[in-house]
């Protein structure tokens, strides 16, 4: 036996063979199909008549309001508006991962980022220092007053 059944309480170990038996003798679960009739589903559905809309110049503050109107399915604007962006990917034949997958999937792009392209830097400018007034003295005094008094001293 390995060390971690040494040290389960008595009992225990009669226990832990009652669950493995349990575990083996579980039925086959089938797949789960993937949640059909979802918002994105919608979304992909209707992508051309909500795409007509927002060249309209509706926002997607007020599709959203239209889902939850004539649909009875809340959306937020920020969720439409990703879902859309996913959608007219998915209908241009670019290859979109499934967000189901997306927890699984690597962070790593591997599609090449594009970069601005270089620009050439300005000269800099050089600008006329402004007059410095000399440091404030404790207890925040106005830096003006002393250096009026300072001019005085110097007499």
């Not at 309480?9 to 063979?17: C, D, I, L, T």
């Not at 926002?59 to 959608?87: C, H, Q, V, W």
Request: with cysteine; glycine share 4%; net charge positive.
């Amino acid at each position: 036996m390995d060390k971690n059944s040494d040290a389960l309480p008595n009992g225990s170990q009669h226990n832990e063979h009652l669950f493995i038996e349990a575990l083996a003798a579980l039925p086959e679960k089938p797949m789960v199909r993937r949640r059909q009739n979802t918002a994105y589903d919608l979304v992909l559905r209707c992508y051309a008549s909500l795409k007509q809309a927002k060249m309209k110049g509706h926002s997607y503050e007020d599709l959203a309001a239209l889902f939850e109107r004539d649909l009875s399915r809340t959306i937020t604007p920020g969720t439409l508006r990703k879902y859309m962006n996913r959608a007219a990917k998915v209908l241009t034949g670019e290859k979109v991962p499934d967000p189901g997958e997306a927890d699984h999937a690597s962070t790593t792009s591997s599609v090449p980022i594009k970069h601005a392209p270089q620009s050439v830097p300005l000269p800099k400018r050089a600008e006329p220092k402004p007059a410095t007034l000399p440091r404030p003295a404790l207890y925040g005094r106005d830096p003006r007053a002393q250096a009026s008094e300072d001019e005085f001293e110097n007499l």
